[in-house]
């Protein structure tokens, strides 16, 4: 009777430690999901944050439609416009 009461114990034992990995698996792959959607938005914000910035250079730069420049010479044009080097 006394082995009839460890195997069911043990047989706890197993379901429960079973149970316990199940739910850390699942916990695990829930925080590698949060992490993944964390990065992607922060390279949504970095995108956005790169656009911002190449919109504002083309509103300081002076270039032309015939391809010329108005700022040409300036700290500006030779260090700043990301168009200059074009």
């Known amino acids: ?3 009839n009461k ?4 043990n047989g ?3 379901d429960v430690t079973s149970s316990a990995d199940k739910l ?3 916990q695990i792959e829930n925080q590698i999901e ?3 959607f964390e990065d992607d938005l922060w390279d949504i914000e970095d995108e956005e944050e790169e656009r911002d910035e190449l919109q504002e250079a083309m509103d300081e730069c002076g270039q032309m439609p015939d391809g010329g420049c108005q700022l ?3 700290e500006f044009c ?3 416009c990301p168009f200059s080097n074009e």
């Not at 460890?6 to 114990?9: A, G, I, N, Y």
């Open 1 to 3: 009777m006394e082995n």
């Open 6 to 9: 460890d195997e069911k114990l």
């Open 12 to 14: 706890i034992k197993a």
């Open 24 to 26: 850390s698996e699942a």
């Open 34 to 36: 949060a992490d993944e």
């Open 72 to 74: 040409a010479g300036t």
């Open 78 to 80: 030779d260090w700043e």
